[in-house]
């Protein structure tokens, strides 16, 4: 796994990022063996959390929503 850097509080949000995460992990993943379906469940777990997390912060779902 890759280092992640720890100069700054807030994780690097930009679109490129994420996809060059996602690509990153997804690449991981594959070469230690993970199927397709694995992958899958994993990204599945991964919105629920993100799901749980809206909800319980209403606030946060309110300023997505404008």
């Known amino acids: 796994m890759y280092a992640v850097p720890t100069t700054s509080s807030k994780p690097a949000t930009s679109t490129r990022g994420l996809s060059i ?3 990153s992990l997804f690449r991981q993943m594959r070469e230690q063996g993970y199927s397709s379906a694995q992958i899958i469940g994993l990204s599945s777990e991964l919105l629920d959390l993100v799901s749980s997390d809206l ?4 606030d946060e779902l309110a300023d997505a929503a404008e």
């Open 21 to 23: 995460l996602a690509r």
């Open 55 to 58: 909800r319980q912060d209403g």
